[in-house]
């Protein structure tokens, strides 16, 4: 799988939206955009994947540039249950069944 | 009901000891998953089952094997168990495994060599 860059921390006021930026400069055609997030002592869960157009969901929206090099996942209002570390991933898909976690965004989230 | 459970939460035992790790799931997945998560907070898979098949089995010590009794049970089994295995060990599972297929994780079980 290709390998994305993001900043390693990142702090919000709460209430208001955050844009968590990852650069995947080297993705394939094939490769979607998964974003997973972890809370602090709990097991990984999903957040929202792409392909090419940006997405929308109940938990966040995913912003794709164009030429698909990077991406922005939009928290439109931080809460303080928000606070957690932020996995971008690349999921190719060619007979690859895993997540290849990276360092990801720890946010942190101030009252 | 719980999607993914993992028994126990909390495991803490001596060098040599032989252990093992529970997991279930009731999303009637096809797919399950063993990543484990280490001090640093590196998540890395370590084994993968599609339909009681070993699918992944990435570099891991042959001390650690993988028994999935049916598709709903994917249990891990420690032998001799080392310092180094000190670590969060979650268990997932996904539909079928494809690309667009979500993962979803266990709580997790932390585990202490002394």
């Known amino acids: 799988d290709a390998k994305t860059t993001q900043p390693n921390s990142m702090e919000s006021n709460e209430e208001e939206p955050v844009h968590l930026p990852c650069n995947h400069s080297?993705?394939?055609?094939?490769?979607?955009i998964h974003w997973y997030r972890q809370l602090p002592s709990q097991g990984p869960e999903y957040v929202i994947h792409?392909?090419?157009s940006n997405v929308n969901n109940r938990m966040a929206s995913l912003a794709i540039a164009e030429d698909r090099k990077s991406s922005t996942l939009i928290l439109h209002r931080a809460t303080l249950r928000d606070a957690a570390v932020y996995y971008c991933?690349?999921?190719?898909?060619?007979?690859?069944?895993?997540?290849?976690f990276g360092k990801g965004t720890k946010l942190s989230v101030i009252p | 009901d719980t999607a993914v459970s993992q028994t126990p939460k909390y495991l803490v035992t001596q060098m040599g000891n032989d252990k093992s790790i529970k997991c279930e799931q009731n999303?009637?997945?096809?797919?399950m998953y063993w990543y484990k998560q280490d001090s640093k907070k590196f998540l890395k898979i370590m084994f993968s089952?599609?339909?009681?098949?070993?699918?992944i089995n990435e570099t891991v010590p042959n001390r650690f094997s993988p028994k999935s009794p049916d598709k709903a049970h994917l249990n891990l089994h420690i032998n001799s168990l080392e310092l180094g295995d000190s670590a969060v060990y979650f268990c997932?599972?996904?539909?079928?495994?494809?690309?667009?297929?979500?993962?979803?994780f266990g709580p997790g079980t932390r585990l202490t060599v002394l």
């Open positions: 999303l009637g997945h096809d797919t």
């Open positions: 089952y599609n339909n009681k098949e070993l699918i």
């Open positions: 080297t993705i394939s055609g094939t490769d979607y």
């Open positions: 997932a599972s996904s539909r079928e495994g494809y690309i667009t297929d979500t993962q979803y």
């Open positions: 991933i690349l999921h190719s898909g060619a007979g690859s069944y895993q997540l290849t």
């Open positions: 792409g392909l090419t």
